[in-house]
Nanobody, 123 residues
Framework: VQLVESGGGLVQDGGSLRLSCAAS????????MGWFRQAPGKEREFVAA????????SYASSVKGRSSVSRDNAKKMVELQMNSLKPEDTAVYYC?????????????????WGLGTLVTVSS
């Protein structure tokens, strides 16, 4: 599976962004998908995940209530809608694919990664 993120950019404090991840290759619907982020000088951290069918989602506490993850298996797309953005949300955002049996929030367990898209939230 090859993954390409898009939708990042510069947004003001309190603004919104919708990140997209386009997948190519076979069996996209077999993968659970995750979003992670990494700020300068910090470790990669979990943001959100969605299971293969889209019926289950999981969010980090830092984004819960202001983010929503969704997927369209026919289009091989997964999206992350982020609202009420804060300067501390500034990071490179990555989507990743995992064939594990349940949703996971440990980036080490994800097999395939995109190159990331930069989100910058100005105060």
């Amino acid at each position: 599976v090859q993954l390409v993120e898009s939708g990042g950019g510069l947004v003001q404090d309190g603004g919104s962004l919708r990140l997209s991840c386009a997948a190519s290759g076979s069996s996209f619907s077999n993968y659970n998908m995750g979003w992670f982020r990494q700020a300068p000088g910090k470790e990669r951290e979990f943001v959100a995940a969605i299971n293969w069918s889209g019926s289950l989602t999981s969010y980090a506490s830092s984004v819960k209530g202001r983010s929503s993850v969704s997927r369209d298996n026919a289009k091989k797309m997964v999206e992350l809608q982020m609202n009420s953005l804060k300067p501390e949300d500034t990071a490179v955002y990555y989507c990743a694919a995992d064939r594990g049996p349940y949703l996971r929030n440990n980036w080490l367990e994800y097999e395939y990664w995109g190159l990331g898209t930069l989100v910058t939230v100005s105060s």
